[in-house]
C-alpha cells in the first residue's frame, strides 16, 4: 500500500453525496458549506500544492552539457519536455503534447499503480549517448533528437509501458498483452510474443510488484540491444474484482484481477528472446518456493543478469544469476528475516537498482539490514561479503552512482531521521564526503556513463523547493528553471521529539498564533508500514498549515511500524497492525500536551488517508478519551480483503493467523464507535476498494452506531481540484464542528 499522491483526472465535476445517520454531529449541513479555508484549500488543490510548474524527472546527458526534463505551468498538469543548457541557461522546449492523452484500461491501471497523474509529456528515456530520447504521451510516442530537436512520431498507438533500446534504434512496448518491437529508422514492427489475452500478459508488470514491490517494469533489454527479458504473468486464477461507475449505470463495470490475501496470484515466469524474433528461452527457478520477483537487473560490462526473487511470506530473499543461453539460474546469495524483509532500494526512481555490477564483473554492490540499519556493501562475484562501504551511523537510502574509473560510490543516506543528504564515498575505505550541505531532502541523479554531474532535487528545510545540476564536488553548476507559484502561505513547524520512545514530532501552528491560548489539536496521521510522516521539508505540509490557519494546531508523530529508524522499530507490527501504533501516538500526544499547554487534549480530532484512514477509523473507536472526532479517507477497514504482497508481508495469511487479523480488523471493534466518525471514499477505487467501507458502514448500521459518509467519485487518489478542495474543505468543517471549540479557549 502506498501512501496516497494526486492521481487520476476526473472528466466531470465532483457530484456530492452525503449520508448521514441520526444522532451525529455534525449534521450534513454544517459541514458542506465551504469554511474560511475555502480558497487557501483551492489554490493547493489547482497548484498541487504548489508543485506544478516544478521541474520533474531531470536528468543530465552522458556528457553532462545538458539537462532534459519535464515541466507544466504552474496550474495545468500537462507536461512538456525541455533542454537546458547549463552553460549559458537557455531552456529548449523539445516536444510538446498534441491533442488529448488516450488511454486503455490496462494503462490506467498500471498509472494508478505508480501513482502516476500527470498529463501530456509524462515520462522520456534517454539513449546510451543520449543523442535520442523517446517520449509518451498517452498511448502515442514519439522520438526526439536532443540535440537537433527533430520530432517524429513512433508509428502505431496503443502502446504500453515503452522501454529504449540502449542504442536508441528500438522501442519496445506491449500492445494487445504482446510485446513488438519497433525499429525507429524505419518504421518496421515486428511482434516478439504471441498469445497474449486479458489474463496472460507479456511485458507487464503484475499487480503485485507493480504495487506493493517496486517494481513497474515487465521488460528489460539486454545491453547490448539484442535480447528482451519479459515477464509472463498467468492471472487466471487470480480473483476477479468488478467496479461499476456509478456516474454512467448503462456502462459495463471493469473487471480487474485482485489478489486478495490469502487468495492466488499471478503466476509469473521470465524469458528471453531475440530483438529479430524466435522462440523464447524460460527462465529457471523455483517460482513455487519464491513466487515474487522483486528485481531485475542487467548490466553493462561483465557482470551477469541477475535477479532478486522473494518467498510469498516474504521472510527470505535470494539473489539469483541468470545464463541468458540457457535460462539456468545460480543462487549468489539468500537473506533471512524472521518477520520480514525489505527489498533493497532501487536506487534514483529511473530503473537503476541493486545489485549493482562493477564493470570488470568482479563483484557487485549490495544493500541489507545489518545491526539495525540499511548499509551499502561489496560483494565477491560469487556473492561472499567483501566489506562494508558505509561506515556505522550512516544508514543507507540509496545507490546513486558508482564511477570504477575514480574508485567511488555516490550514495544518499539519513544521518538524521528526518533529513537525507549526499555523499561520496571511496570504495576502498575513508571518510564519507559531503556533497549537498543544505539541510532537507535530497536526491540525486544521474546519467548512465555519467559521473562528473548530477541532479539535485532538494525539499528544503526553509521550505524550498529546487532542482539544481552539481558536479561531482557537489559545487552548484546551474539551476533547472521552475515556473511554480510561490506559495501563499508559511508552514509553521516546530520538530522535536516526544515521549519516552523519542519519536520523531512536528507541530503546526496557526500563522496568527496567539501564545497563552489553547488550541484543538488535529493528528493529522498514516503510522503505518513504509511511510515517513515527520520529514524536514515544510513544503510538503502546506495543507496542514491551511488547517492550523483556521484554528487548529495540527500535530504528526512517527511511532512504531513507520520506516526510517531501526529494523526492529519497523517490525514491531508484526501480526498485529494497530495496537502499537495506536499507544504510540496516543502516547506522544499525551507527552506533547504536557510540555505545550497550548496543546487542548480535551478536544483532539485525527484525520489520514489509505491506512491513515485505517489508522483513524481505529482510533476514533477505540479511544474515545482521546480522539473526540476522526475523518478517515479510503480505509482498507479488513486487512483480508486487502492484497496479498502487502497484507502477508505483516500479517501473514488469514488461513494462518486469524487471530492477528481480528484484531488488526475495524469491524471487530464496530460496535463500540460513540464519536462522530466521519468516511470518505472513491467509488471506483482499485486498491483500497469500496467495499472496506461497505462492510464498516454496515457493522455499524447492524451495532445501531451512527456515522457520517462522503461518497466520491473516482479512485484511490484525488487530484481534480474542485474534488480536492471540497475534500480538504469538508475535513475542516467536520472537525471544526465536532471539536466543538470554534475560537480558541484561554489558558488559565
Avoid at 22 to 27: A, D, F, R, S
Avoid at 196 to 201: A, I, K, V, Y
Avoid at 642 to 648: G, H, I, K, S, V
Avoid at 692 to 720: C, E, S, V, W
Wanted: charged share 20%; proline share 8%; with cysteine.
Amino acid at each position: 500500500m502506498l501512501p496516497p499522491s494526486p492521481g487520476h483526472r476526473f472528466r466531470r465535476l465532483m457530484r456530492r453525496l452525503v449520508l448521514s445517520l441520526p444522532g451525529v454531529l455534525p449534521t450534513a449541513a454544517a459541514y458542506a458549506a465551504p469554511t474560511a479555508g475555502g480558497q487557501c484549500y483551492a489554490d493547493l488543490a489547482a497548484t498541487r500544492n504548489f508543485t506544478l510548474g516544478l521541474p520533474r524527472h531531470a536528468q543530465p546527458t552522458p556528457d553532462g552539457r545538458a539537462v532534459l526534463f519535464l515541466r507544466s505551468n504552474p496550474r495545468d498538469t500537462t507536461l512538456h519536455l525541455w533542454r537546458l543548457d547549463p552553460a549559458t541557461g537557455t531552456q529548449t522546449e523539445l516536444a510538446r503534447p498534441t491533442g488529448t492523452d488516450s488511454l486503455s484500461v490496462e494503462e490506467k491501471a498500471r498509472r494508478e499503480r505508480a501513482r502516476m497523474s500527470m498529463t501530456g509529456i509524462t515520462d522520456f528515456a534517454l539513449s546510451d549517448n543520449g543523442q535520442t530520447a523517446l517520449v509518451s504521451q498517452g498511448d502515442r510516442l514519439m522520438q526526439v533528437g536532443v540535440t537537433t530537436g527533430k520530432l517524429s512520431d513512433v508509428p502505431g498507438h496503443g502502446w504500453i509501458a515503452p522501454r529504449l533500446s540502449p542504442d536508441g534504434t528500438h522501442v519496445a512496448a506491449v500492445r494487445d498483452n504482446d510485446i513488438q518491437v519497433v525499429t525507429l529508422a524505419t518504421g518496421q514492427t515486428r511482434r516478439l510474443t504471441h498469445g497474449g489475452t486479458e489474463t496472460l500478459t507479456h511485458g507487464l508488470a503484475e499487480f503485485a510488484a507493480a504495487e506493493e514491490l517496486a517494481r513497474p517494469d515487465g521488460l528489460w533489454w539486454s545491453p547490448d540491444g539484442q535480447t528482451i527479458l519479459y515477464e509472463e504473468a498467468d492471472m487466471s486464477g487470480v480473483e476477479k474484482h468488478y467496479i461499476a461507475d456509478p456516474q454512467h449505470p448503462a456502462a459495463q463495470p471493469v473487471e480487474f484481477r485482485y489478489p486478495r490475501a490469502g487468495t492466488a496470484n499471478a503466476r509469473i515466469r521470465l524469458g528471453l528472446v531475440a530483438r529479430d524474433g524466435g522462440p523464447t528461452r524460460w527462465v529457471g527457478w523455483d517460482s513455487t518456493a519464491f513466487p515474487y520477483l522483486a528485481r531485475a537487473v542487467w548490466p553493462k560490462g561483465q557482470g551477469p543478469l541477475t535477479l532478486v526473487v522473494l518467498n510469498r511470506a516474504q521472510t527470505e530473499e535470494r539473489l539469483l544469476s541468470v545464463d541468458p543461453a540457457t535460462g539456468r539460474t545460480t543462487t549468489l546469495l539468500s537473506e533471512h528475516d524472521p518477520a520480514w524483509i525489505n527489498i533493497s532500494p532501487s536506487g534514483d526512481g529511473r530503473g537503476r537498482s541493486l545489485p549493482r555490477w562493477l564493470p570488470d564483473g568482479s563483484g557487485f554492490l549490495w544493500a541489507a539490514e545489518r545491526n539495525g540499519h540499511w548499509q551499502l556493501e561489496l560483494h565477491h562475484a560469487d556473492g561472499t561479503l567483501d566489506r562494508a562501504i558505509t561506515p556505522p551511523g550512516l544508514p543507507f537510502v540509496s545507490l546513486d552512482d558508482v564511477d570504477p574509473g575514480a574508485g567511488t560510490v555516490t550514495i544518499t543516506a539519513n544521518p538524521e531521521r528526518t533529513r537525507t543528504v549526499i555523499y561520496r564515498l571511496s570504495l576502498h575505505g575513508g571518510a564519507p564526503v559531503l556533497l549537498t550541505p543544505e539541510s532537507g531532502l535530497h536526491a540525486a541523479t544521474f546519467a548512465d556513463g555519467g559521473h562528473t554531474r548530477f541532479i539535485d532535487s532538494l525539499s528544503g528545510a526553509d521550505g524550498s523547493a529546487t532542482t539544481t545540476l552539481r558536479d561531482a564536488s557537489g559545487q552548484v553548476l546551474a539551476t533547472v528553471p521552475a515556473v511554480a507559484e510561490t506559495p501563499t502561505l508559511t508552514p509553521h513547524i516546530e520538530y522535536t521529539r516526544a515521549g519516552t520512545r523519542d519519536m520523531d514530532a512536528m507541530i503546526i501552528r496557526p500563522a496568527g498564533f496567539k501564545p497563552g491560548q489553547r488550541y484543538p489539536v488535529v493528528l493529522s496521521v498514516y503510522a503505518g508500514p513504509g511511510y515517513k510522516q515527520v520529514l524536514d521539508a515544510p513544503r510538503q505540509y502546506l495543507e496542514s498549515q491551511c488547517m492550523a490557519d483556521h484554528g487548529f494546531i495540527v500535530v504528526s508523530l512517527d511511532g512504531r511500524g513507520t520506516p526510517g529508524r531501526d529494523h526492529d522499530w519497523e517490525r514491531a507490527i508484526k501480526n498485529n497492525l494497530i495496537d502499537l501504533p495506536l499507544q504510540d501516538q496516543i502516547d506522544g500526544l499525551v507527552a506533547l500536551g504536557k510540555r505545550y499547554r497550548e496543546l487542548d487534549l480535551d478536544h483532539v480530532g485525527v484525520h489520514g488517508w489509505s491506512f491513515g484512514g485505517y489508522f483513524t477509523a481505529m482510533a476514533t473507536i477505540r479511544r474515545p478519551d482521546i480522539f473526540k472526532a476522526g475523518v478517515a479517507g479510503a480505509p482498507p477497514a479488513d486487512f483480508a480483503d486487502y492484497d496479498t504482497a502487502y497484507t502477508e508481508r505483516y500479517l501473514g495469511t488469514p488461513q494462518a493467523d486469524l487471530d492477528g487479523y481480528r484484531a488488526s480488523n475495524v469491524l471487530t471493534y464496530a460496535q463500540s464507535l460513540s464519536r462522530p466518525l466521519l468516511i470518505m471514499h472513491g467509488l471506483t477505487d482499485d486498491n483500497v476498494y469500496f467495499e472496506n467501507t461497505m462492510k464498516m458502514t454496515q457493522a455499524f448500521i447492524a451495532a445501531g452506531r451512527p456515522y457520517n459518509l462522503l461518497l466520491l467519485p473516482g479512485t484511490h487518489m484525488l487530484t481534480d481540484p474542485t474534488l480536492r478542495a471540497h475534500v480538504d474543505d469538508a475535513r475542516e468543517a467536520f472537525l471544526a464542528a465536532t471539536l466543538k471549540a470554534p475560537a480558541p479557549a484561554t489558558l488559565n
